[in-house]
């Protein structure tokens, strides 16, 4: 080839070296940035002087690491809201440059809805069974003062026969669970009291469930002790290739009382399909096909990956 015309894989940019699933989802992102967003390559958080594929300049501007009917208007709104006291963090620089994070794809997948319950409410129904309407839907959400930093990345309000919920999601891309082991005595406190599970403390602060079990406490502590909900539902909701999350949510689910019908693990092909299903407008469909697009469709950039 000409030197003057790179191929396609050179011109999405740099990528780190990491594990295959990972560079491919990254490349990906990478991809979306330079040949939909028609935009450069960003500085590279760690390493002054250098560029990679997923990330932006800019994008606290442009807000090009956003898409879909009410999603800026959903970022503004939470970031608006939030206070000192608020639960859970909220890295900007993230959220509005990095194409690979999952705060800009919470906010894509479900900003949308937040904006518009009665389109909400038909989703949810469709992948939780038993709710009856979404009357709120919140972003990092934690009590305020909670005992860390721990947060639901997205948790809908609900209600199911005349009783209002609480569902609570995390949400994952490329990133996996904390490696860390968190030890508090309020958790052990929070687990005991609340019966919900059904193995010691001690296996629930084991690395690959410390994230999803200190969620699980947020719900369970509003609805056992702050009494703010009369039941709750939680979850994971994670990339369909994401085979560790899966085994890992699954897993969880089998360590709740009451796991197999309170605990789900949603995919983001199921979200788009219960999406594509309902009757949308056109706006509403593009998005959808922008989330797939984005989030599922390897196969539009794999030409270019087989350049390398």
């Keep these: 080839m000409h030197p003057q015309h790179p191929t396609l894989y050179q011109q999405v940019g740099n990528l780190p070296d990491e594990s295959q699933r990972k560079r491919r989802i990254r490349f990906h992102q990478g991809w979306w940035r ?80 937040q904006q518009d319950l009665g389109l909400a409410t038909r989703v949810v129904q469709a992948l939780f069974p038993g709710v009856d309407e979404v009357t709120a839907i919140l972003f990092e959400y934690a ?28 949400c994952k891309f490329t990133e996996p669970f904390s490696p860390t082991e968190y030890k508090n005595d309020d958790y052990r406190k929070l687990a005991t009291a609340c019966e919900a599970f059904t193995v010691p403390y001690e296996a629930c602060i084991k690395p690959e469930f410390n994230q999803l079990f200190r969620n699980q406490l947020i719900a369970e502590h509003q609805v056992s002790e702050k009494k703010k909900y009369a039941f709750r539902m939680t979850g994971l909701f994670c990339e369909p290739g994401d085979d560790s999350a899966i085994a890992t949510g699954k897993a969880f689910r089998s360590m709740l009382r009451d796991g197999d019908s309170s605990f789900h693990v949603v995919t983001y092909t199921a979200f788009i399909e219960a999406l594509q299903r309902l009757e949308l407008t056109w706006e509403q469909r593009e998005w959808s096909m922008m989330l797939w697009a984005r989030y599922c469709a390897l196969g539009l950039s794999a030409g270019a990956y087989s350049e390398r």
């Design 34 to 113: 330079t040949f939909v967003l028609a935009e450069p390559a960003g500085a590279h958080p760690l390493r002054a002087g250098e560029t990679v594929c997923n990330v932006l300049d800019g994008g606290e501007i442009s807000k090009k690491n956003l898409f879909g009917p009410g999603t800026v208007a959903a970022v503004e709104a939470t970031l608006a809201a939030r206070s000192k006291a608020s639960g859970g963090l909220i890295d900007q620089r993230r959220l509005f440059n990095n194409l690979l994070s999952s705060q800009p794809l919470v906010f894509n997948f479900f900003g949308p809805l």
């Design 143 to 170: 009590p305020d003062q909670w005992i860390d930093n721990s947060a639901f990345d997205v948790a809908l309000e609900i209600t199911s026969q005349g009783r209002s919920g609480l569902l609570g999601l995390e």
